[in-house]
């Protein structure tokens, strides 16, 4: 049975152009970068090169680039790297209500600490309000952080109109750009963000590596100590060939991510015009009414939970938005946040498309959603009669 992945908001397989790249510095250029004799020089100028495509895609500068072990390094170095360098009681964070939990953790330990964290709901159609933002800040609000598009329903917040109001009080913004980047345009300088956040298997390089924008004169404190590595915001020894991955990769985006939206924008349409056709009724869809990433689709489905749909069709990799135990319903931090009646959130699942899926895909997955859907509802309506 052939595996259709529609999950790729959850990762992404490694683009054949990025292992190329890799390669060689796994199998032969060993070398230490920070070394002065002649191994260190190709990783060392490796290491440049791919520092300079990561900030061709952002349009930014070199040196604004700090190469991480992934988006949540760079999400803790940029929560913790603001606030740490003041005392608690003069240091204020705020962040949405429903950001990813390499932002919430975070900002749950540095509250635990002794840091004030203000969390700002979402409306309805999960968005963030910047008369919210503007409301939450204090006297000591040292950083903002709000995703810039959402990892389930895929909405696409306001950043530029946040980031304006905020320097206006002179508080930085930083936003998670883990889900965007590949999908809609991501520039440091059309947002206006302080701090970004990239992690590499987002967008078609390995796990493991990411990186944090800091845009220049920001200063943060680093959250590992060591050799001074990475401009001192983060030491360790430069894991080169993932570095080289990870610019590869931003130059892929940087090339074809217009095609790429296209397409899956498309894709991601003719599934829900199917799925609504193949089930017979309305599907309602999460953040319809707001702007979206083109390759998410974050659909309820009725008279059934997304677990026992999905495990009725195994060939599929798809997510779901709640979970279910024992009767009870715990609803995904985005759903809650929406407001979703716990009742349709039990039969959410989340498709989320790739630069490799196909039309034929679509329609393979439509068929079996669709079917699973008639048998598990079939069924149901059967057992409320007996």
Known sequence: MTTIYLDYNATTPVAPSVTRAM????????????????????????IARARSQLAGMLSSNDDEIVFTSGGSEANNMALKGTLLQHEPSSAHLVISAFEHPAILEPARFLERVGYGVTLVPVDGNGVVQPDQIAAAIQPQTRLVSIMHANNEIGTVQPIREITDLCHQQGVLVHTDAAQSIGKIPVHVDDLGVDLLTVAGHKLYAPKGVGALYVRDGVKLEPVIHGAGHERGFRAGTENTAYWVGLGEAACCVSEHWNEHAIQMERLRDQLLAML??????????????????????????????????LEACPALCASTGAACHSGQTRLSATLA????????????????????????????????LAEAWQRLAGARDQESHD
């Open 276 to 309: 609504t056709d193949l089930v017979g009724q309305p599907l309602t869809v999460n953040g319809q009414q707001a702007t979206r990433l083109p390759n998410t689709l974050s659909v309820n489905f009725p008279s059934v939970t997304g677990d026992e749909l």
């Open 337 to 368: 946040a929406i407001g979703m009646d716990p009742e349709i959130a039990r039969g959410t699942v989340r498709l989320s498309i790739g630069w490799s899926t196909t039309e034929q895909e679509i329609e393979l997955a439509a068929g079996m």
């Open 23 to 46: 390669l060689p510095f796994l199998e032969k250029h060993f070398g230490n970068p920070s070394s002065s004799h002649q191994l260190g020089q190709v990783p060392r100028e490796a």
